[in-house]
């Protein structure tokens, strides 16, 4: 097996997983926190999405899907289209309203075939390349793909929970 196929094999667990926890699932469940400052389904789906679509568009030298299909528009978000979760208050958490898992799932789709594209275009050598200088030592394109997909597979797991939780 390729390193590539075994990458794009990986990611596909994303969506399965998360289809899985959000199929079904009213805006008011994916809302619902289980304690006051706890992350809802919707956020936790939303987040894990817009961090992969924002890496795989960074290292792709791409645009990301959120924008360039128009899904920012459709989640009904305010002015800054780059925001991925990442850093938010716990009120900014609350406001994040996903309208529907129908939606969700069309975005987690549309990032998961971008992402299985450019996967399968990968060489062993490419996954060497140096992404981001900010870090000692510097991030490779491996080290990159592989952090978002345990990031993304442990949020996915998390909504799986908070659905269980929410006996949905």
């Known amino acids: 097996m390729r390193t590539r196929d075994l990458l794009t094999y990986a990611y596909s667990q994303i969506g399965e997983t998360l289809h899985a926890a959000v199929e079904g699932l009213t805006p008011e469940q994916l809302a619902a926190r289980v304690a ?4 809802p389904i919707g956020w936790l789906a ?17 645009e990301q899907v959120y924008t360039a299909q128009g899904f ?9 289209d780059t925001a991925t979760g990442y850093g938010m208050s716990s009120l900014e ?10 939606l969700l799932l069309e975005y ?28 000692d030592p510097p991030v490779t394109l491996g080290v990159r ?17 908070v659905r269980g939780l929410l006996g949905a």
């Open 36 to 39: 006051p400052d706890a992350n």
């Open 46 to 62: 939303w987040h894990l999405l817009r961090v992969q679509d924002d890496h795989v568009a960074e290292v792709a030298g791409s």
């Open 72 to 80: 920012a528009a459709r989640f009904g978000r305010p002015a800054d």
């Open 93 to 102: 958490v609350e406001a994040l309203r996903v309208p529907s898992a129908d």
């Open 108 to 135: 987690a789709d549309a990032v998961a075939a971008r992402s299985a594209e450019y996967l399968g275009g990968l060489t062993d050598e490419d996954l060497d390349r140096v992404v981001d200088e900010r870090w």
């Open 145 to 161: 793909l592989v952090s978002v997909l345990s990031d993304d597979l442990q949020h996915v797991g998390q909504a799986a929970y």
